[in-house]
């Protein structure tokens, strides 16, 4: 689903009567239908001006102007210049003055503007304008205030409810200021996009969308939310599968088309990848989505400079496109380029600090660095972010074994079994812990466990290790009989093999002294 169009919002003042109170009803239509009659050849010119870009023009013709719509018009085209100033002033990507350096200088006095305005005319698209740039000033709690405002007063205007989206700091505040929201179905759709944006998922996630799918059964929008949920969970073949169906009903459709191309990376299935990047570059190859999904596809092919030229193409389009950020980050961490890597996913966090991805990307460059206190802050903000992700609690309990503290990493082990209790590699980690601080029967205990959760009796790196380990204790331990079953069963695969070897002829020569 879109946000609206500068039609539909400099239109919309014409559909709001229905939300204001009735002793105010009549009066304030009046005024506005008279304003906005009265300067509706001026309005006319200006929205000319605006359609060609030239945002200066368009403010200059409305500053006479008194209705909402014109105030609208004429605040939002000024706020755009100075967006286009900021971009003229600006560097090439991750440069010394990159946009993100260089402010809009427009912002405050817009803000100030605006603020003495809605005192008096409560318009739903001034106040939408007013929480869009509380919340670019990092005012979050005041931006949550106003669009809830503008929302009570006209909800369907879907980029209000983005806004709010992004001020969203966990599901707790979700579910606090969701009794303050209008009740209609754009509130159902706004929950639905705010749980996965937050990265909750669930059976009432799946019954919300399912009545949605009730009123809209043919809504692309509502079939992506339900293929973000597989996607969430890292079930990226059920993903696949549904984000395939939506591509085969509208074939051009480019929205969150990127995140299809993520997930046949996964995968690994580049001649889909491929033809997916012909199509988007067929339809519109000047959309940050396009050029996202090209990338995806040169990095598949191991072509990582030109999947960084494709994502900062995406960059240029929209600064603030999330996925090309962090998957530029990724780019950069393949080319041992940590340094820019780390500016990637810094810019990430910038635009949503929601972004576990970036956040885990931090972690992991700084990682490499050998920076542990500055990757295990990194991975506490991104374990926070999505908590029942067993790849976050591992990073944590490998960042504490390199800080020397057993017993934060053993809990983070711990908590990462809970996501896959079957994790080879975590319980063979617990078994090494557990062996260092002298805990021996408990690191057996996580060294069998490794054991049986191989599949099918392959004997793997991680379980070549335990298999070794148990031998050798149980030796220690005196028996021998369970000793020679461990190490004879290494001999069946390719790991330790010489060493298990010499192990089994060891134990063999003891147990016929023995028997001597």
Same mark, same amino acid.
């Not at 940050?288 to 040169?298: A, D, F, K, L, V």
């Not at 205990?445 to 049986?452: D, G, L, N, P, R």
């Given at each position: 689903m879109e946000p609206l169009t500068m039609t539909d919002i400099c239109q919309g003042t014409n559909y709001k009567s229905g939300y204001l109170k009735k002793n105010e009803e009549k009066e304030s239509l009046f005024d506005s239908g008279y304003q906005e009659e009265q300067e509706s050849n001026q309005y006319s010119l200006a929205k000319c001006y605006f359609d060609c870009k030239e945002y200066d023009r368009c403010a200059y013709f409305l500053k006479t102007c008194q209705s909402p719509k014109s105030i609208f018009l004429r605040l939002y085209s000024k706020f755009l210049a100075g967006e286009k100033r900021g971009d003229e002033d600006s560097e090439s990507i991750l440069g010394p003055l990159d946009a993100s350096n260089v402010k809009n200088r427009e912002i405050t006095s817009i803000c100030q503007e605006l603020e003495k305005t809605v005192e008096t005319q409560k318009d739903a698209f001034l106040l939408y304008l007013l929480g869009f740039l509380q919340r670019r000033q990092k005012q979050d709690s005041l931006s949550i205030k106003t669009l809830i405002q503008s929302l009570n007063l006209y909800p369907y205007n879907w980029g209000t409810w983005q806004e709010l989206s992004m001020c969203l700091a966990g599901i707790n505040m979700l579910n606090s200021i969701s009794s303050a929201l209008p009740e209609c179905f754009m509130k159902k759709l706004f929950l639905v996009y705010a749980i996965l944006e937050l990265h909750q998922s669930g059976e009432t996630l799946y019954h919300q969308i399912m009545e949605l799918e009730t009123l809209f059964p043919n809504s692309l929008f509502l079939k992506t939310q339900r293929a973000l949920i597989p996607y969430n969970g890292r079930d990226f073949e059920e993903a696949e599968k549904q984000f395939e169906e939506i591509a085969k009903l509208d074939p051009h459709r480019l929205d969150d088309m990127d995140i299809y191309s993520n997930i046949l990376f996964v995968m690994s299935k580049r001649s889909k990848l491929g033809f997916l990047a012909q199509i988007a570059s067929a339809?519109?190859?000047?959309?940050?989505?396009?050029?996202?999904?090209?990338?995806? %596809? +040169?990095?598949?092919?191991?072509?990582? =400079?030109?999947?960084?030229?494709?994502f900062r193409r995406a960059l240029k389009l929209n600064r603030n496109w999330l996925s090309a950020w962090t998957l530029m980050g990724h780019e950069y961490v393949e080319m041992k380029n940590t340094h820019a890597a780390i500016e990637a996913y810094r810019r990430a966090v910038d635009v949503n600090r929601k972004d576990y991805r970036a956040w885990y990307g931090l972690g992991q460059t700084y990682e490499v660095l050998e920076m542990h206190y500055y990757a295990l802050y990194y991975y506490q903000r991104a374990a926070a972010l999505k908590p029942y992700d067993q790849r976050m609690w591992q990073a944590l309990g490998n960042c504490y074994e390199k800080l020397d503290r057993p017993g934060e990493a053993i809990k983070s082990y711990k908590r990462a079994l809970l996501g896959s209790a079957g994790d080879p590699v975590i319980l063979l980690k617990l078994g090494g812990i557990f062996e260092r601080i002298g805990d021996t029967d408990t690191a057996?205990? %996580? +060294?069998?466990?490794?054991?049986?959760? =191989?599949?099918?009796?392959?004997i793997t790196l991680e379980s070549s290790k335990a298999h070794m380990w148990l031998a050798k204790w149980e030796m220690s331990r005196g028996n021998l009989r369970k000793a020679e079953k461990y190490a004879t069963e290494i001999m069946n695969g390719s790991f330790d093999l010489e060493e298990a070897k010499a192990l089994v002829r060891d134990l063999r020569s003891r147990m016929d002294q023995n028997e001597n």
């Open positions: 339809t519109d190859k000047f959309r940050p989505e396009t050029c996202c999904i090209i990338g995806n %596809y +040169y990095s598949l092919l191991s072509e990582h =400079e030109k999947a960084v030229i494709y057996a205990m %996580y +060294y069998k466990q490794c054991i049986t959760a =191989e599949e099918d009796d392959v």
